[in-house]
């Protein structure tokens, strides 16, 4: 018998001795059970995120019907500026959700932040005009009042997606 096998041996009936069976079991099922809930904790993503990002979509300033209008920075949907609506107004025959999701844009014109509010216009099927998905500052999906990607319209009796607006609420105070 090798050094290695002695050695095995002697530590499996020591752990043997110390241990039942029971608090054994108990101690592995709460370590898998710990490595199984570690990828739930919150993570803060933004660590080392480039602010060039925002800078990209400053090009574009005024045009409404085009993803790199600042007001657009998390915006996901179908622009209502595309079909037949504003930045800020559902097009006819459609109503908003009562039910929004949040972004803080960065005006390059005053260099301010903006919270605005992302709503879903509801009624007709998908415009199909003007696709935008910007992600910048999106949360994870614990915190679904800052997440874009569902479907708002749940709300609404007539729950089909037609276009995203984007409302300004004011400005963000430091």
């Given at each position: ?78 622009l209502c ?5 504003s930045s ?87």
């Amino acid at each position: 018998m090798g050094t290695l096998d002695r050695w095995c041996e002697k530590s499996a009936r020591q752990l043997a001795r110390r241990t039942s069976r029971r608090s054994l079991l108990a101690s592995l099922s709460r370590m898998l059970t710990g490595a199984a809930l570690l990828p739930l904790l919150p993570i803060d993503r933004s660590f080392g995120a480039e602010p060039a990002a925002a800078d990209a979509h400053a090009a574009v300033t005024d045009d409404q019907q085009n993803c790199a209008y600042w007001k657009y920075c998390a915006i996901d949907g179908f622009l209502c500026s595309c079909c037949g609506g504003s930045s800020h107004s559902c097009p006819p025959g459609t109503t908003p959700s009562p039910i929004t999701w949040v972004g803080t844009c960065r005006n390059p014109g005053d260099g301010k932040d903006y919270l605005v509010s992302y709503n879903d216009c509801c009624g007709k099927a998908s415009c199909g005009n003007c696709q935008c998905v910007r992600n910048e500052r999106e949360k994870p999906m614990y915190r679904m009042a800052r997440n874009n990607d569902l479907n708002w319209c749940m709300a609404n009796a007539d729950s089909n997606y037609h276009c995203s607006v984007s409302v300004m609420l004011g400005p963000v105070e430091k």
